[in-house]
């Protein structure tokens, strides 16, 4: 009996201990990383890089895009839109190249998560593309709260 009450107290010590461990690595890391919904956040700075832009409106925040190759691009932020339903356009300044929509892990009124790869080519090798991220007006559809980013 006493064998058996020494070994549930080693392992409960165990436990303990390696919970508090883990709990105070876990202060250490960004929030973005603790976020545990199926779409996750990172830390821009994790990538290697020393500055990275990041967006922010009254309907969107910490917006910020990552080049992975010469035609796409990873989307990442949060957004407090109706119905969780988000909208995009590409544009360079004379036409509209590529437009989509999305929806976040949460609705208004809290933000919810959302995680992107958008394909786009260039018409023109010296146009800047430029990512129009907004929230659909559920009168008649027309864009709101827009937030321009340029792509990298």
Known sequence: MWKQLICIIAVTFAACTGNETEERNSADTPVAMLDTTNIPLE????????????????????????????TSYQVTGKAQVFEAAY?????????????????????????????????VKKKRENSK?????????????????ELPVPLP
């Open 43 to 70: 830390d821009p700075h994790i990538h290697g890089k020393d500055t990275v832009d990041v967006y922010s409106n009254e309907r969107f925040k910490n917006v910020w895009v990552e080049k992975i190759s010469d």
């Open 87 to 119: 909208s995009w356009v590409v544009e360079d300044g004379h036409d509209e190249l590529s437009s989509g929509h999305g929806m976040t892990d949460a609705g208004a009124p809290e933000f919810g998560n959302f995680n992107f790869i958008l394909n």
């Open 129 to 145: 593309l430029h990512l129009i991220l907004f929230e659909a007006s559920p009168k008649d559809g027309s864009r709101q709260h």
